[in-house]
């Protein structure tokens, strides 16, 4: 049995619709105790025994909005050890060995430290989190509206992810790696804005902001303080050039070329206006 956090998020959707295809039974975890799926709340260790009883295979993703690892999660890898959890495959991210800021670091460690079997899939930024994150200013502003400066990022779509997690979730020979997951180009946000504006058919710009200017404008939009620390750590290491690695990993585990982003904003084109 696999049992899948983060569900209704963009990788998550993408790994249960993979999953559904493959007939492979699989269990959604919830944080609502009313729901028709599992109750399963990372702000409430009580939870976690009885959702991962009967578990072996976890796919483990970190709330946007929780950074104490060791708060959370150190729990959590505890008990899914003591209820037999086989393998976890964590969502971790690129670069993550180099930045101790983020709190995906801590997360690998005390899955590495537990001796349960793990995968960590450690993806560049999602292009979906263009619409996701900063759709309002894309739409609204015309403009993308991040601190990375020049740097460039090796974008990927959260439909590989998805199709990559669920080979990984149901086959056997992935377990104590890591994957480094990108697409085959690294654009900085200026060529970014360029693709969008030709597949959009309007002007879309890239605003450089300093640290602070993105910070004030991300909390005057509601943001909690904790997840804009989190997003200005991933743009950092874009912006010291630490997310424009391209690697053949997910080439390799899909076995095809991963998708563009020309192609991703052509699909999403009516989500980005």
């Known amino acids: 049995m696999i049992l899948i956090t983060g569900a209704t998020g963009n990788v998550g959707r993408e ?12 269990k959604i975890a919830s944080h609502r ?14 939870s976690f025994r009885p959702a991962l009883t009967g578990v072996k295979k976890l796919f483990l993703l970190r709330p946007p909005h929780i950074a104490d690892a060791k708060k959370y999660f150190q729990p959590l890898i505890d008990i899914a050890k003591e209820v037999g959890v086989e393998h976890i495959v964590f969502l971790s991210l690129l670069g993550v060995e180099k930045n101790p800021i983020v709190p995906h670091h801590k997360i690998e460690k005390i899955i590495k430290k537990s001796g349960i079997p793990y995968t960590f899939l450690r993806p560049s930024f999602f292009m979906q989190n263009l619409i996701s994150q900063h ?3 894309l739409r609204k502003e015309k403009e993308i509206y991040v601190p990375a400066g020049k740097g460039k990022t090796s974008f990927i779509d959260v439909r590989d992810i998805g199709t990559v997690t669920a080979r990984i979730l149901t086959e ?3 377990e104590n790696k890591g994957y480094s997951l990108t697409g085959t180009e690294a654009l900085d946000y200026y060529e970014v804005a360029e693709i969008l504006s030709e597949e959009l058919g309007e002007t879309i710009k890239y605003v450089n902001p300093s640290v602070l200017q993105f910070r004030d404008k991300m909390l005057k939009k509601g943001i909690k303080k904790e997840f804009v620390t989190v997003m200005i750590g991933i743009y950092f290491t874009a912006k010291i050039g630490l997310a424009k690695k391209i690697t053949p990993d997910l080439q390799i585990l899909l076995g095809k070329r ?3 982003f020309k192609e991703f904003a052509h699909d999403y084109k009516y989500e980005l206006v």
């Open 15 to 26: 790994v249960v619709n993979e999953l559904r295809k493959s007939e492979t039974p699989f």
């Open 33 to 46: 105790k009313d729901s028709e799926y599992v109750y399963f709340d990372f702000e409430n260790a009580d």
């Open 135 to 137: 759709g309002e200013e």
């Open 172 to 174: 056997n020979g992935h």
């Open 258 to 260: 991963p998708i563009t």
